[in-house]
């Protein structure tokens, strides 16, 4: 077992699905994976790992914001051997064109947090999705008839900004909408040499004031975790 995650070697996937809700973790396993197994649930971040059209796949609760989901990232990477990793999280739009419960597949993460910047003094590293999994989504999305956007998002540490004036101008430089994760999962992909990728399906509009209930943040979103499935096991 990991620092923080209670599965033993070999009961981790090499494909992973990173929900930041371990409930959304548990409802995905029982949902869509054959014969789930629970491998976690240390600190109630649940983990299972089971089988989708025949392949090993694992899902992991990653809590919210960068340094939660770094920590899970780097052990499920590290100490488990995972080589393609698959947010599929939430996020709130900024973009007049993108709609509650349109897709975004995560092109890049711009940041707020200063964990990465930290690490690069003087340059501004870019937090890129893989292309690979980019493209393969991008195609199983639009053969699906998604409302699918591609684009930057921003990957805040605060929920509740007071920074309006600076999501405003996110915005008009096209970044398509703000959630918590993004960011930590591209800069680990890129320090380990593995696979990124971040789906969001919008559970808020923060243009409009829209909004989806906790409930179907927790269990809906099935367009998503198919398209993340299907990409994953290509
Ligand atoms: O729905 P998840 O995957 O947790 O993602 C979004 O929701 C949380 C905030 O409500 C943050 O973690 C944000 O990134
Ligand atoms: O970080 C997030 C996630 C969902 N919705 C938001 O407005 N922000």
Redesign the pocket.
């Known amino acids: 077992m990991s620092f923080h995650i209670g599965a033993k070697a070999g009961e981790v996937a090499e494909l992973v699905l990173l929900?930041?809700?371990p409930l959304?973790a548990k409802y995905i396993a029982e949902t869509f994976l054959e014969d789930a197994v629970c491998y976690n649930t240390v600190r109630g971040m649940l983990g299972y790992t089971g089988t989708y059209k025949g392949h090993r796949v694992s899902v992991q609760g990653?809590?919210?914001?960068m340094p939660s989901a770094s920590i899970y990232i780097h052990e499920l990477i590290e100490d488990y051997g995972a080589k393609k990793l698959i947010?599929?999280?939430?996020?709130g739009a900024i973009q007049n064109d993108v709609k509650i419960r349109d897709v975004i597949i995560a092109q890049a993460a711009a940041t707020d947090s200063a964990m990465i910047r930290n690490l690069f003094p003087g340059v501004d590293f870019p937090q890129i999705a893989n292309f690979g999994l980019m493209k393969m989504a991008h195609d199983i999305g639009t053969d699906k008839g998604l409302n699918l956007h591609v684009g930057n998002v921003l990957s805040s540490d605060l929920?509740y900004t007071e920074n309006h004036e600076m999501t405003n101008k996110l915005g008009e430089h096209g970044v398509l909408a703000v959630?918590?994760?993004s960011a930590a999962l591209y800069y680990l992909s890129a320090k380990f040499g593995v696979q990124g990728l971040t789906l969001l399906t919008v559970?808020d509009h923060i243009l409009t004031g829209e909004q989806t209930t906790a409930e179907e943040?927790q269990t809906t979103f099935s367009d998503m975790i198919e398209v993340a499935l299907e990409t994953i096991t290509k």
């Open positions: 929900p930041g809700d959304r990653t809590g919210m914001g947010r599929v999280g939430t996020c929920f959630e918590m994760e559970s943040r």
